[in-house]
């Protein structure tokens, strides 16, 4: 049938240009378009409204805060095989099913934190096998900022994508490079940001604390605010499944600033755990029971979702069209139109309006930054 299409004289032409138009096509737009289809792929937004949320944590000092605030359960007999060093606690936030999973501990050196990429994906997935697919997933911590994108110690971001700055794979055609460097959107809550008062920025992944100049490199060139050593991780997975994820990160050093990485890390790894642990709480209780589209965009750039009557459901955020979608890679990203969330089927349910008032008792954060401008106590949270 295709042949017989092409046998004809006109199509043959067309066909012929198509394909000549198709070799000649350069490696760097065959770059560009896996960076397309990666971004399109990966900003999963759920049509029905958040009920179940997964929290992914690497660090005890970073999940003990969240297990206490919001008094959830530790799940007993361990859901998890055997040997599995993962720990999970479930409770319930503003109607929220939770579970919160932490990598555990390794015994064989010195019981240390099973942090980076490889604990942190297996307990993701194993996570996930035993709960059933979340609404969303959220690979929570700490992290290391940059100041030239503005961070400070102190400050919490959101994820508008998270890449892997130590994979390094190169190809001749670009693609295992791009599948290195990952490029794993989330979906863009810039309203939600701006909600719970945190910022929003590209995260980077790698195993190690410390960064190679090529790293650096990389990272500088991809736009960064955060530089962790989970997030890209949890996030394969969680594209892989199909499940809507974002990474929430609490600033506890500067990278390209003069303290060294490990002494400020330290230093500031429990008053930053306090302030993660204030804005998951804001999180969680702001996005219960709404559509994840409904905080597509900061109000400054689209008008709001008009608040919902008691009664009615909240307006789900008007799709963009396909056009208006501006490929980002290598920038922030937060300038994405919302295209791929585009306007979700109605809900089973009807999600809830989105509040319109922060709970300020919940949310808010008092911090006496120290004489050196980096270290800080948390005074209130
Ligand atoms: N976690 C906290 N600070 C970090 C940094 N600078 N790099 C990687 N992970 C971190």
Redesign the pocket.
């Known amino acids: 049938m295709v042949a017989r299409l092409v046998s004809a004289p006109f199509t043959r032409f067309l066909y012929q240009k198509w394909k000549g138009f198709s070799r000649e096509v350069s490696s760097r737009e065959l770059v560009r378009r896996a960076r397309g289809a990666a971004t399109v792929m990966t900003a999963l937004t759920p049509p029905s409204a958040v009920k179940r949320v997964l929290l992914v944590v690497a660090m005890e000092q970073e999940v003990r805060p969240l297990v206490q605030r919001f008094g959830l359960e530790q799940i007993q007999p361990s859901p998890f095989l055997r040997g599995a060093p993962f720990v999970a606690w479930m409770g319930e936030v503003e109607g929220l099913v939770l579970h919160v999973v932490w990598c555990g501990r390794d015994p064989r050196f010195g019981n240390v934190n099973n942090v980076a990429t490889t604990a942190a994906s297996v307990c993701l997935y194993a996570a996930v096998a035993a709960f059933g697919a979340p609404d969303l997933c959220i690979s929570a911590?700490?992290?290391?900022g940059f100041a030239s994108s503005g961070a400070r110690v102190g400050d919490v971001y959101l994820s508008s994508k998270c890449v892997f700055h130590s994979r390094r794979i190169p190809d001749a055609a670009g693609h295992l490079e791009e599948y290195g460097f990952g490029h794993y959107r989330s979906p863009p809550l810039g309203k939600l940001a701006s909600h719970i008062g945190v910022k929003t920025g590209v995260v980077s992944t790698?195993d190690?604390?410390?960064?190679v100049p090529m790293d650096l490199e990389l990272m500088r060139s991809e736009g960064t605010s955060i530089?962790?050593?989970e997030a890209a991780a949890v996030a394969w997975v969680c594209q892989t499944l199909s499940v809507p994820f974002v990474a929430l990160k609490s600033?506890?050093?500067i990278?390209d600033g003069p303290r060294a990485?490990r002494e400020e890390?330290e230093a500031n790894?429990e008053a930053a755990s306090l302030v993660l642990q204030v804005k998951t709480d804001a999180l969680l209780r702001a996005v219960a029971g709404t559509l994840l589209a409904q905080w597509a965009n900061d109000g400054s750039r689209t008008a709001p979702a008009a608040p919902a009557a008691p009664a009615a459901p909240a307006a789900p955020a008007a799709p963009a069209a396909p056009a208006a979608r501006r490929a980002t890679d290598g920038t922030d990203g937060t300038t994405t139109t919302a295209t791929n969330n585009s306007a979700p089927p109605p809900a089973a349910e009807a999600p809830r309006a989105i509040p319109t008032v922060v709970d300020s008792s919940s949310s808010s954060v008092a911090m006496s930054i120290g004489p050196d401008g980096q270290s800080f106590e948390v005074l209130r949270v």
Do not use: H, Q
């Not at 911590?141 to 290391?144: F, N, S, V």
């Not at 190690?208 to 960064?211: E, G, Q, R, V």
């Open positions: 911590g700490t992290a290391g790698s190690s604390l410390d960064a530089k962790e050593m600033v506890t050093d990278v990485t890390f790894l």
